[in-house]
């Protein structure tokens, strides 16, 4: 019986708009604000260590946050 009630449950429209909704609560997003020009804000990260590779074992990463461009830049640590 908890079977079938489970299943008619689930096939149940009004059933399933009338579920509460138990789901986590996450917080709004908030957008950064635009840089006013190209290079204005830039942000940086390095992934390494790598294995060696023409004496480099990593890279740095730079980002332009105006135009999304990508600097890759081979690094030692």
């Known amino acids: 019986m908890h ?34 020009h190209p290079w204005h804000t830039i942000s940086i990260d390095m992934i390494g260590p790598l294995p060696a590779s023409h004496g480099n074992d990593a890279i740095l990463v730079i980002v332009n946050k105006f135009s999304k461009r990508l600097i890759l830049e081979p690094i030692t640590t």
């Open 3 to 36: 079977t079938e009630i489970a299943t008619y449950v689930q096939a149940c429209q009004e059933c399933q708009w009338m579920k509460i909704d138990r789901t986590a609560r996450h917080a709004l997003l908030v957008p950064h604000d635009v840089p006013p």
